[in-house]
């Protein structure tokens, strides 16, 4: 039978769990090893050593500071490892290398600790990563909120036509991947205690795949994909819209949107174009291609919904016109306060 | 004359800072971009899109949690630089792209994060690297504590012999590169107000150069590289005797030390060994070039106290053993506890 002192030592995060000394080393063998281990990251050397396949990649980071940390449809590592990955996918890239930084409360749970370390195991495996390289630092109770993580990756660019949101060009056609506003709702009453029926879960998933398939099958005249994920897709399409120095115009009804997230939304008078999501992507292609990929996409299991929402246009240049259910339009700016502080 | 609202709202980070939306965009735009602009990261994809010269890169990441986040010598941000390409020069490569990821309590002034900004700029333009991708994340107050920064990197790997700490071998020499514990005897007098004269620098250095110079004339007698952070000079040298299955063998009386520095140890208690440095290197050689590489770099700004300070044998296989000033010998065992939290 174990002493107290023992179980204490065990089940909690101390300082010394980031000391670079021996509990430092324990919980990276026995933890961190043992989910991601693979041969670059076992070395245990300052840097991972890594292979590229092509000379042209994709680098990537993001910061994960989402509450609560657990929550219907994933945690914060399974999002962390999504959140990186789908970034490397917009830019066209085949995500291959993930490194991981942990920074952890003081007394935070190892079983908790472990829980999300196991789902990001998962969510690499789904997404045909490896976590190569890592880093863990311990701050004190009261100095931190449980756990952040960032991650960064790298992706091997193959294609050989540009990509990205200075590649949009007047009469393109716009495509959302499904259903928006999941994860920011899900998040949202969560924390608010808000129940809903069905229950609200978080969209978190690799876009990776489906990025893959529409790239290959359409080339060129795919030209940009972003995540809507902070700001929503309000923010992306601002971001589009400015990039490219033209208008978009989409309309409210050709938007998915789950029921469950609808009401939530109207109940809470909060506009589902500004939610995150954080499995859904905005796919801009060439006029004529749109129906094409929706009908090519909806095959694939993360996107049954997928819809042309909208086009470019050179009017209005950098604004986003919405068609609404009365017919009007009116424009979309970028938020200007915070409406879900800590959506991931 | 801009009216009191206004001044709040231009002093400190809010939430909305965090958003994705206007104040996220204007807070990248006036800060970010104005230092660190470059063509990738103007572009603010989702991903920056790279050249690699090399095939064969080293990807590498790390977290700053440093308490105080300014202090003699440096701040947050240059520390921050300095750490992740100091860890990918010590594979070896040479150090080309950062990320940075920012968690900001809400609340933090934006004067100060101008002042840090304007130190990582400075950092990269010395050690000759481009931030070409960044997040932001704000946490509520109390959150968080002021300001962390993960920084993750990739550099170009041009030699072609084995490097790191597994081509370690009996005989080997080990060097030190400078003066040991400046770093952490730095911050912990800084955080304990404790007052030294001489003050106390931190020796937070970019070491690409330095490790290029060494590698550029010695080639493949040049066996590992590390440089001894959290756990000091003592973890450093544990971590290369179990990665080799060697034993260690340093001398106390060969260890480089600055006087205040020494001082400050014998007063507060602390073994120097344990103590992290943030602009060193321990660099092992084969057996007879360890003299040379020496006096090679002590002509080199960063390294005037460079020292031969023990050698690689058979002898207790994956132990570090230092001999006193009074002639006897002790095993350096790896730190258990945590004697200096957030030294980095």
Redesign the interface.
Known sequence: MSSPVVRIYQENI???H????????KLISELFLSAFGNDELN???????????T???????????V?PIFFPGGDIGKLAVHGTV???A??G?VPK?L?????IEEGFPISDLQKIVNSMKVAAEEAEVNI????T????K????KL?I?T?G??F?EHQFSL???CIQPDDEIIISGTIADHGMCILSQREQLSFEPEIESDTAPLNKLVKLVIDKFGSAVHAF??P????VA?SLN?FAK?SNTGIQIEDELIPINKAVKAACEILGIDPL?V?NEGKCLIVVERGYGDEVVQYIKHYPLAPNAAKIGQVSKKYPQQVQIKTLLGTTRFV???????L??IC
Chains 1, 2 share one sequence.
């Open positions: 101390q300082l010394a980031g000391s670079g000394g021996e509990l430092s080393n070395k245990m050397n300052d840097s991972a050593v890594l292979q590229t396949k000379k042209k990649i994709a680098f990537s980071t993001d910061s994960f500071v509450d789908n970034d490397l917009m830019s890239a290398f490194s991981c930084g942990f920074i190569v390289t890592g880093d630092k311990v701050v004190p009261g100095k931190g909120d952040f960032n960064s790298i992706g660019i990205g949101a200075e972003r995540d994920t902070r700001g929503g923010a971001e990039s500004y995150a700016d970028l938020p200007v306060g915070e409406q502080p800590r």
